[in-house]
């Protein structure tokens, strides 16, 4: 495990991009005032790594609390995700252009490619990625992002890209918890020094019911969200916890002074299974419900 002391700390990318290993993340973040107030609260508390997409639609509202926060863009790490209605080499220059138009930015630190499947691309994905995957490359090559990644790809959805891609992806954010493992793809991107990227840490919102993790946060004394985050930690990947609640965010970072015994590990390692999943890569009528 590697020695991480504060929220700041980094993982070395394959490409040799420092990312801070844990994130904030945005998903259901509103695009208003509230939203706003919730990045601004967290840059406060010291985040500086932020997660967005053009699917969550607040990538304009991300830039403004950026801007307002007086932060220097090189002491930030911004990642965005292009949407599935953007697949596609031509589509995906353009829409890379919007992001940083929205997020009052000039680069991005990492992009990723949401999801793998596109609806009414089901039998035609694999050409829809390769398209798509040469424009993140040529994005990359001319220094408009720093690292490329993507999301929610499974073992056999790299192996496709792999087949005619020059740049390995340098992370793909799964969803991952004591709950959903995914082990098979956790080992597959190890092997291949692909970072790992933890979205819904917190089981998405699951983990408060849970009186396993309320036993294990009683005998740490943290609070279920800090342990959590900190078995993602020590699984090395790369947390995104969310909240609109400075509380909340601050609480999920405070997680570098105790950590969670072999016992502890290997009780949350044995919460696993293969259903627990907010929505499957392969299924993607799913997201539409």
Not at 64 to 76: H, K, P
Not at 91 to 96: M, N, R
Not at 120 to 144: C, M, N, P, Q, V
Request: charged fraction near 25%; proline fraction near 4%; aromatic fraction near 12%.
């Amino acid at each position: 495990m590697i020695d991480l002391k504060d929220k700041n700390d980094t993982y070395t990318l394959s490409n040799g991009v420092r990312i801070p290993c844990i994130g904030y993340g945005t998903y259901k973040m509103p695009a208003d005032e509230t939203g706003k107030g919730a990045v601004l609260a967290a840059l406060s508390l010291g985040f500086r790594h932020i997660d967005t997409a053009t699917s969550y639609h607040n990538e304009e509202m991300v830039g403004q609390a950026v801007a307002e926060s007086g932060i220097s863009r090189g002491d930030l790490f911004i990642t965005s995700k292009l949407w599935n209605d953007d697949q596609g080499y031509e589509e995906t220059l353009a829409a890379f252009e919007r992001s940083c138009k929205w997020l009052e930015t000039d680069y991005l630190d990492l992009y990723l490619i949401h999801w793998p499947i596109c609806p009414g691309y089901r039998d035609s994905w694999h050409e829809r990625i390769w398209d798509t995957w040469r424009a993140f490359e040529k994005l990359y090559s001319d220094g408009a992002i720093r690292a490329i990644g993507v999301s929610n790809f499974l073992p056999h959805h790299l192996d496709a890209l792999a087949q005619k891609a020059d740049i390995l992806p340098m992370v793909d954010q799964l969803e991952l918890n004591p709950s959903y493992q995914q082990r098979e793809a956790v080992q597959y991107c190890r092997e291949r020094n692909i970072q790992l990227e933890a979205w819904a840490p917190l089981m998405r919102g699951r983990a408060f019911s849970s009186q396993q993790l309320k036993d294990i946060a009683g005998r740490q004394g943290k609070d279920i969200g800090q342990i959590c985050v900190r078995w993602s930690l020590q699984k090395g990947f790369l947390p995104l916890p969310k909240s609109i609640h400075p509380e909340r965010v601050k609480s999920d970072a405070e997680i570098f002074d105790f950590s969670l015994g072999d016992e502890a590990m290997a009780a949350l390692d044995a919460m696993d299974t293969t259903t627990e999943y907010t929505f499957h890569p392969d299924y993607c009528d799913e997201w539409f419900k």
